[in-house]
T-cell receptor, first 112, second 114 residues
Framework: QQQVKQSPQSLIVQKGGISIINCAYE??????FPWYQQFPGKGPALLIA?????SEKKEGRFTISFNKSAKQFSLHIMDSQPGDSATYFC???????????FGTGTRLKVLA | SAVISQKPSRDICQRGTSLTIQCQVDSQVTMMFWYRQQPGQSLTLIATANQGSEATYESGFVIDKFPISRPNLTFSTLTVSNMSPEDSSIYLCSVVGGWNTEAFFGQGTRLTVV
């Protein structure tokens, strides 16, 4: 019940295309859902986050779509660029804990 | 956001020895955590570092193996004790400030046990 399932494991997208990564959870106590980007040799960096009272949040080329009833959320990267090539992690945090449960990660490669 | 400095950035250690990793934040933060990221894997929470008291460990992690200190609001250490090759991982410090629930991560300490 504490797991966050993430797919796909890897993704190859052409430059200018849309990258879509999906996550699903079971625990209804989760109330904060961030996405992190990690480059090799670096710590994860926060990209964008959403709470369950919002169905969509957009920041630049990055959009989170959230479906509370289905317990699913996804990251869309519009106009994907080679510089977006990295590993992306979704996460979920139970209310009031500030602890994060991470998904298994998606390795994105954007071809030039 | 917070600036987080972790030391060392990497180390190669002999099995049976211990390594202490330091995490320094440039501002006072509410929460400090330690995560482990095994090679090519996701991040797993080890423990919450509590200021002035014993850390709170997640299932599968124990104080004897991963003693943690947090003497003040800006500094914490994680020790990996009696290391074995299975401890080879990246260890990451994470902080949450009082301003919101966003968590920021250090660059990590890449540990190799031989």
């Amino acid at each position: 019940q504490q797991q966050v399932k993430q797919s796909p494991q890897s993704l190859i997208v052409q430059k200018g295309g849309i990258s879509i990564i999906n996550c699903a959870y079971e625990n209804t106590a989760f109330d904060y859902f961030p996405w992190y980007q990690q480059f090799p040799g670096k710590g994860p960096a926060l990209l964008i986050a959403i709470r369950p009272d919002v169905s969509e949040k957009k920041e630049g080329r990055f959009t989170i779509s959230f479906n509370k009833s289905a317990k699913q959320f996804s990251l869309h990267i519009m106009d994907s660029q080679p510089g977006d090539s990295a590993t992306y992690f979704c996460a979920a945090s139970p209310s009031g804990t500030y602890k994060y449960i991470f998904g298994t990660g998606t390795r994105l490669k954007v071809l030039a | 956001s917070a600036v987080i400095s972790q030391k060392p950035s990497r180390d190669i250690c002999q099995r049976g020895t211990s390594l202490t990793i330091q995490c320094q934040v440039d501002s006072q933060v509410t929460m400090m955590f330690w995560y482990r990221q095994q090679p090519g894997q996701s991040l797993t929470l080890i423990a919450t570092a509590n200021q002035g008291s014993e850390a709170t460990y997640e299932s599968g992690f124990v104080i004897d193996k991963f003693p943690i200190s947090r003497p003040n609001l800006t500094f914490s250490t994680l020790t990996v004790s009696n290391m074995s090759p299975e401890d080879s991982s990246i260890y990451l410090c994470s902080v949450v400030g009082g301003w919101n629930t966003e968590a920021f991560f250090g660059q990590g300490t890449r540990l190799t046990v031989v």
